[in-house]
């Protein structure tokens, strides 16, 4: 039992630091909103998302988007995942209110030489683009007030579902984290480390895919909330199993070293 807690605990200390950083940002080296404004100045909509102070999931600042519609991009080395090393990206989103359905989200997309893919995760209050990829059927209002929405915008993605896996969390005010894992064609998304839907098709071949560009804020009115964005981070993640064979090849090493 020890044995096996001790080779569990080795795996994620691995995945860890095998961990290739692509980007990250937790928004607390600008000193003011120009200095924001001017290193997440692509994709730019509504004058741009706001450098707040009002709410942070770590450190003392995050982004914000109110009412209006703001958005702010900023581009990063173009990144392909794969099986064998998928690229995560993930946020934390504070999500005020649950009484209406905001339109409040985050987006990752290859978006060079052209917009290939769009994928966005957050709070989403369109039921017309909106489906349950369970059942099919149209999503409620009550729906986007109880799950987290996701879109995959381009062939072969669903557009818009929600996040609504057995055991998933649920939307509720404060702090949460949103992360997707993308394979060689297919994504799984997570919201606080609980898997939301597994398997959505987002590129037609291996490599087809290659993002580039991060953005905070929907670009769109919402009529009710506000909604908060810090520590965005995209990473290529090897696959646990191929760290778990690296692991077993040194600890037979070690082992074999011990018995003599």
């Not at 690229?87 to 209406?100: G, N, P």
């Not at 339109?103 to 917009?115: G, V």
Request: hydrophobic share 45%; net charge negative.
């Amino acid at each position: 039992m020890k044995r096996n807690i001790v080779f569990a605990a080795a795996i994620a200390l691995a995945i860890t630091a095998n961990a290739q950083v692509v980007f990250y940002d937790d928004f607390e080296s600008y000193t003011d909103q120009a200095a924001f404004s001017a290193a997440w100045n692509v994709g730019v909509a509504g004058g741009g998302a706001i450098l707040s102070t009002e709410q942070a999931a770590s450190g003392a600042q995050s982004i914000k988007q109110d009412l209006t519609n703001k958005a702010s991009g900023k581009d990063f080395t173009p990144t392909s995942g794969s099986d064998a090393q998928p690229l995560e990206w993930s946020f934390m989103f504070y999500d005020s209110t649950q009484e209406a359905n905001l339109r409040q989200f985050a987006t990752i997309r290859d978006n060079s030489p052209a917009l290939a893919q769009l994928v966005a995760v957050g709070a989403y209050n369109d039921t017309t683009l909106t489906k349950n990829l369970f059942t099919g059927a149209s999503v409620t209002a009550a729906d986007l007030n109880t799950y987290y929405a996701c879109r995959v915008a381009f062939a072969p993605g669903p557009n818009w579902f929600i996040l609504n896996t057995e055991g998933v969390p649920t939307r509720s005010t404060g702090w949460h984290e949103i992360k997707a894992v993308f394979g060689d064609t297919t994504a799984d998304f997570y919201v606080d480390g609980i898997l939301g839907m597994a398997d959505i098709p987002y590129a037609a071949s291996a490599g087809a895919i290659t993002f580039d560009r991060v953005t905070v804020g929907s670009g769109l009115s919402s009529a009710n909330g506000v909604g908060y964005y810090d520590n965005v981070t995209v990473a290529l993640v090897p696959e646990p199993s191929t760290i778990a064979l690296g692991l077993l090849g040194g600890l037979g090493l070690l082992a074999r070293r011990f018995r003599k």
